[in-house]
């Protein structure tokens, strides 16, 4: 049974590859082969597969979505199964495959450890991806194809590597061939990712899809017989296709427009491809626009031009929306023979026209500037965040007043574009109008916008603007602009703190300053200053300061300062710069989780300024929040989250209280352990027939946490599940 699955595959794959090789290759294929099956033994795949099918399937994978023109792509696809086998044969085997074959080799065995499935180790897999696009795109082609054939048969893995694989397959895979134009690739691995992450949606669909099939097929034909009709009559050669959407781009669809599956207007789209000589292909493609839209009345917003401006990835295609017959919308896709290869075939196809077409410059700047940062010898945490604007967002082309077209990242705000137009531009800025209405600064920019810049001279950029621009040069100039700004305060402050030293009858000098420094805790002079101007210390606090003879001893503390150093116990010392946003922010202050209340990415939260650590991070709920707002309201700073990258953990407590089922331990146990955090601690007693237990754990968010609740709730014989102020 296996050798005649065996030999179907390899039947298969010289049917296939006779196509797009010389027939001199061929041969080749079959001395892969013959090595392949005498070095592979019995050796098994995640699936239970043989290795020899499994290579055969890929092979056969690579040779339908890639359609690659060199016999090295194949021979490596075959042979990398068994590189640490033949790898001490190198000599011998570059003089049968070549050198090619074998740097194909030796960048999948890079990359082999990516067969990890745990989530923890997505960034390192991610990371040694990247590391082996240096060396040769092939590589991460052949990487892609395989991962399609394990998605293709992840019913006969194991269960516990189901989840891991298809998330892994969404969240890496999807959006790397999507980067490098692989969209049937892509659509496929994103499909295969929803049915098992999400297998109840995936189903809804998929029988739905599989219900209006026949009314669909009908509803095209009567569309395109006219379109079908005009196109003949007028010379041109072409084909018509028509394409279903995805079942995940459906199910994004329909949570983004929050609609039933029944609702949602474009779930496919029609592929109008047409012959033509490269210098005619705009004027011919806008020919056949025309004639679409003398048919059916387009929808003006949703005409997409990927033809002058093609995409980063190379993708060109004019994209227009129309009413078809009985007023529904039809999405149409106009495109020549060249540029639907590309579409199809991705990076591969790009490279066989290249030199033809001055749009792939795009291309070849993101691959250049991968290359930049993979030759970095600074690969700290901030790798993979340097390189994932690149990859998993497309760009938006916005123009300016003049007609200048800017290409920023997607997501990008009015504010980004001003400060990508100059930084006086970006400093000053108030809002803009964009195709002519008013819009503010915080406004998310879309493909072919028209963007004027509205600026004031008493604008000033504030710590707030960090939280929604994403470029990094719009961050670096707020930055710049901030401690720009935080410099004139100080020269503020002191002026202040000088003419009231005068006016106490107090001698200004070095003595002074280093004492105000010291009771405060601030590094520098200038800290001092910049406090004072901001108001948020008080002067009269520090009249008393320099006024009093000496400091209570401790027996002497008040019941105000007792309660007040409750507020300062231990913290768990964090950096906010990228995640916290505090109004105000002042460099030389640290930044700490209050450990009275245990903050939790997504609480509620204020800044207190401390008399001697710095800015504590509290709840608003807080046990001792009414007591330092009202005590010390000078001292309050607005904080709030952001998203940002490299958020850590969050300790936090929670107590359980119920009747001793038996196991219930366990189940909290198992609970916890569904989520992949960390337990700290879990103390517990029964007593009398009744569970009481305190645990202690790391979690990601609010969201967690709260989900993690719920669940406990549900457990059997828990009756109280409870968050719990402060730690031990």
Same mark, same amino acid.
């Given at each position: 049974?296996?050798?005649?699955?065996?030999?179907?595959?390899?039947?298969?794959?010289?049917?296939?590859?006779?196509?797009?090789?010389?027939?001199?290759? @061929?041969?080749?294929?079959?001395?892969?082969?013959?090595?392949?099956?005498?070095?592979?033994?019995?050796?098994?795949?995640?699936?239970?597969?043989?290795?020899?099918?499994?290579?055969?399937?890929?092979?056969?994978?690579?040779?339908?979505?890639?359609?690659?023109?060199?016999?090295?792509?194949?021979?490596?696809?075959?042979?990398?199964?068994?590189?640490?086998?033949?790898?001490?044969?190198?000599?011998?085997?570059?003089?049968?495959?070549?050198?090619?074959?074998?740097?194909?080799?030796?960048?999948?065995?890079?990359?082999?450890?990516?067969?990890?499935?745990?989530?923890?180790?997505?960034?390192?897999?991610?990371?040694?991806?990247?590391?082996?696009?240096?060396?040769?795109?092939?590589?991460?082609?052949?990487?892609?194809?395989?991962? =399609?054939?394990?998605?293709?048969?992840?019913?006969?893995?194991?269960?516990?590597?189901?989840?891991? $694989?298809?998330?892994?397959?969404?969240?890496?895979?999807?959006?790397?061939?999507?980067?490098?134009?692989?969209?049937?690739?892509?659509?496929?691995?994103?499909?295969?990712?929803?049915?098992?992450?999400?297998?109840?949606?995936?189903?809804? &669909?998929?029988?739905?899809?599989?219900?209006?099939?026949?009314?669909?097929?009908?509803?095209?034909?009567?569309?395109?017989?006219?379109?079908?009709?005009?196109?003949?009559?007028?010379?041109?050669?072409?084909?018509?296709?028509?394409?279903?959407?995805?079942?995940?781009?459906?199910?994004?669809?329909?949570?983004?427009?929050?609609?039933?599956?029944?609702?949602?207007?474009?779930?496919?789209?029609?592929?109008?491809?047409?012959?033509?000589?490269?210098?005619?292909?705009?004027?011919?493609?806008?020919?056949?626009?025309?004639?679409?839209?003398?048919?059916?009345?387009?929808?003006?917003?949703?005409?997409?031009?990927?033809?002058?401006?093609?995409?980063?990835?190379?993708?060109?295609?004019?994209?227009?929306?129309?009413?078809?017959?009985?007023?529904?919308?039809?999405?149409?896709?106009?495109?020549?023979?060249?540029?639907?290869?590309?579409?199809?075939?991705?990076?591969?196809?790009?490279?066989?026209?290249?030199?033809?077409?001055?749009?792939?410059?795009?291309?070849?700047?993101?691959?250049?500037?991968?290359?930049?940062?993979?030759?970095?010898?600074?690969?700290?945490?901030?790798?993979?965040?340097?390189?994932?604007?690149?990859?998993?967002?497309?760009?938006?082309?916005?123009?300016?007043?003049?007609?200048?077209?800017?290409?920023?990242?997607?997501?990008?705000?009015?504010?980004?574009?001003?400060?990508?137009?100059?930084?006086?531009?970006?400093?000053?800025?108030?809002?803009?109008?964009?195709?002519?209405?008013?819009?503010?600064?915080?406004?998310?920019?879309?493909?072919?916008?028209?963007?004027?810049?509205?600026?004031?001279?008493?604008?000033?950029?504030?710590?707030?603007?960090?939280?929604?621009?994403?470029?990094?040069?719009?961050?670096?100039?707020?930055?710049?602009?901030?401690?720009?700004?935080?410099?004139?305060?100080?020269?503020?402050?002191?002026?202040?703190?000088?003419?009231?030293?005068?006016?106490?009858? @107090?001698?200004?000098?070095?003595?002074?300053?280093?004492?105000?420094?010291?009771?405060?805790?601030?590094?520098?002079?200038?800290?001092?200053?910049?406090?004072?101007? $901001?108001?948020?210390?008080?002067? =009269?606090? @520090?009249?008393?300061?320099?006024?009093?003879?000496?400091?209570?001893?401790?027996?002497?503390?008040?019941?105000?300062?007792?309660?007040?150093?409750?507020?300062?116990?231990?913290?768990?010392?964090?950096?906010?710069?990228?995640?916290?946003?505090?109004?105000?922010?002042?460099?030389? $202050?640290?930044?700490?989780?209050?450990?009275?209340?245990?903050?939790?990415?997504?609480?509620?939260?204020?800044?207190?300024?401390?008399?001697?650590?710095?800015?504590?991070?509290?709840?608003?709920?807080?046990?001792?929040?009414?007591?330092?707002?009202?005590?010390?309201?000078?001292?309050?700073?607005?904080?709030?989250?952001?998203?940002?990258?490299?958020?850590?953990?969050?300790?936090?407590?929670?107590?359980?209280?119920?009747?001793?089922?038996?196991?219930?331990?366990?189940?909290?146990?198992? &609970?916890?352990?569904?989520?992949?955090?960390? &337990?700290?601690?879990?103390?517990?007693?029964?007593?009398?027939?009744?569970?009481?237990?305190?645990?202690?754990?790391?979690?990601?968010?609010?969201?967690?946490?709260?989900?993690? &609740?719920?669940?406990?709730?549900?457990?059997?014989?828990?009756?109280?599940?409870?968050?719990?102020?402060?730690?031990?």
């Amino acid at each position: 049974m296996i050798s005649r699955q065996i030999y179907s595959r390899y039947r298969k794959l010289l049917n296939s590859v006779r196509k797009i090789l010389p027939e001199k290759d @061929i041969p080749l294929i079959r001395k892969a082969i013959d090595i392949l099956s005498e070095s592979c033994n019995d050796r098994t795949i995640i699936t239970g597969e043989s290795v020899i099918i499994h290579a055969l399937d890929v092979a056969n994978t690579v040779v339908k979505e890639i359609n690659p023109s060199s016999i090295s792509v194949i021979t490596g696809t075959l042979l990398h199964y068994i590189y640490d086998k033949i790898k001490t044969k190198r000599t011998e085997l570059i003089k049968i495959f070549g050198n090619s074959t074998f740097t194909i080799l030796e960048g999948l065995s890079k990359i082999s450890s990516i067969e990890s499935t745990q989530t923890s180790y997505q960034s390192e897999s991610f990371r040694k991806l990247l590391l082996s696009l240096a060396d040769d795109l092939r590589v991460i082609l052949i990487k892609l194809a395989e991962r =399609l054939v394990i998605m293709q048969g992840l019913d006969k893995v194991p269960e516990k590597e189901k989840l891991p $694989l298809a998330s892994e397959t969404y969240f890496l895979f999807a959006p790397l061939a999507h980067r490098l134009g692989l969209y049937n690739l892509k659509s496929e691995l994103e499909d295969l990712a929803v049915k098992y992450l999400e297998p109840e949606q995936y189903n809804y &669909i998929y029988e739905k899809l599989k219900k209006t099939a026949s009314s669909r097929n009908k509803f095209i034909k009567e569309f395109t017989a006219p379109i079908k009709e005009k196109l003949l009559n007028l010379g041109f050669r072409f084909t018509i296709k028509s394409r279903t959407k995805s079942i995940h781009s459906i199910l994004t669809k329909m949570r983004k427009q929050g609609v039933d599956f029944d609702e949602v207007y474009d779930i496919f789209a029609v592929r109008i491809i047409i012959e033509s000589n490269l210098e005619n292909e705009k004027s011919d493609c806008w020919k056949v626009y025309s004639i679409v839209t003398d048919l059916y009345q387009p929808n003006p917003s949703r005409l997409r031009d990927w033809i002058s401006i093609p995409k980063s990835n190379g993708y060109e295609s004019l994209h227009t929306t129309v009413v078809g017959p009985g007023g529904k919308w039809v999405e149409v896709q106009i495109r020549t023979v060249r540029m639907d290869e590309i579409a199809e075939k991705g990076l591969a196809a790009h490279y066989k026209y290249k030199g033809l077409k001055e749009g792939e410059s795009g291309l070849d700047q993101w691959l250049a500037r991968m290359r930049e940062i993979l030759d970095s010898t600074d690969r700290d945490e901030s790798f993979i965040d340097q390189i994932r604007p690149g990859l998993y967002s497309d760009e938006v082309f916005v123009f300016t007043p003049k007609g200048e077209l800017r290409q920023l990242p997607a997501g990008a705000t009015v504010l980004d574009f001003a400060f990508d137009i100059h930084t006086e531009i970006g400093r000053t800025c108030v809002g803009a109008k964009v195709n002519g209405k008013n819009v503010t600064i915080k406004y998310v920019l879309n493909n072919g916008d028209h963007v004027s810049v509205l600026t004031s001279r008493s604008q000033k950029p504030s710590h707030d603007w960090l939280s929604f621009v994403v470029t990094q040069k719009a961050k670096a100039k707020i930055k710049q602009a901030l401690n720009e700004e935080k410099n004139q305060k100080a020269i503020e402050g002191k002026e202040i703190l000088m003419r009231r030293l005068k006016n106490w009858k @107090i001698t200004y000098g070095d003595t002074i300053i280093s004492k105000l420094q010291s009771y405060y805790q601030l590094k520098t002079a200038q800290d001092l200053y910049y406090l004072i101007a $901001l108001e948020k210390i008080n002067l =009269l606090e @520090i009249k008393d300061i320099l006024t009093k003879p000496e400091v209570k001893n401790k027996e002497e503390k008040t019941v105000s300062d007792v309660k007040h150093e409750s507020v300062k116990e231990d913290s768990l010392n964090v950096s906010f710069t990228d995640y916290l946003v505090i109004d105000e922010k002042v460099e030389g $202050l640290d930044y700490s989780l209050a450990k009275c209340c245990n903050p939790v990415f997504g609480d509620r939260i204020f800044g207190f300024v401390t008399v001697s650590e710095g800015i504590r991070i509290h709840r608003t709920s807080c046990p001792n929040a009414q007591y330092m707002l009202t005590r010390y309201p000078y001292r309050y700073v607005a904080a709030k989250w952001t998203q940002g990258k490299d958020i850590p953990n969050f300790r936090t407590s929670l107590k359980i209280t119920g009747i001793a089922e038996i196991g219930i331990v366990n189940k909290i146990a198992d &609970i916890i352990s569904d989520y992949k955090i960390t &337990i700290r601690s879990f103390n517990y007693n029964m007593n009398e027939g009744m569970f009481e237990g305190l645990l202690q754990i790391m979690v990601p968010n609010n969201d967690v946490l709260q989900s993690i &609740i719920k669940k406990i709730l549900l457990i059997k014989g828990v009756l109280k599940a409870v968050r719990v102020e402060g730690s031990d």
